[in-house]
């Protein structure tokens, strides 16, 4: 719900403004992985289980090759900690 288009259409924002809008909370959330406290997950008898996601967007499987995100991320069945 923050693309440009989306926003111009529903919200009568201008490019310009929805641009900032989401540079903004794409800081807000950089902000809140960075304040997080780092907390080491699992432990004896504890279980983590562990995933990673490779990104990548293409238009019509055609065309130049755009970059590539590797997301990873973690889960304790007993805690339900995660990161």
């Not at 719900?1 to 201008?14: D, E, F």
């Not at 997950?41 to 995933?51: M, T």
């Amino acid at each position: 719900m923050t693309s440009a288009k989306w926003c111009k259409q529903q919200l009568g924002l201008s490019l310009n403004t929805v641009i900032d809008w989401n540079n903004y909370l794409r800081e807000v959330c950089a902000m809140a992985v960075e304040i997080k406290p780092q907390t080491k997950l699992g432990g004896p008898r504890k279980i983590v289980e562990i995933d990673e996601s490779l990104f990548s967007k293409s238009k019509n499987h055609v065309g130049r090759i755009l970059p590539e995100q590797w997301i990873s991320g973690g889960i304790c069945r007993e805690t339900k900690e995660s990161f």
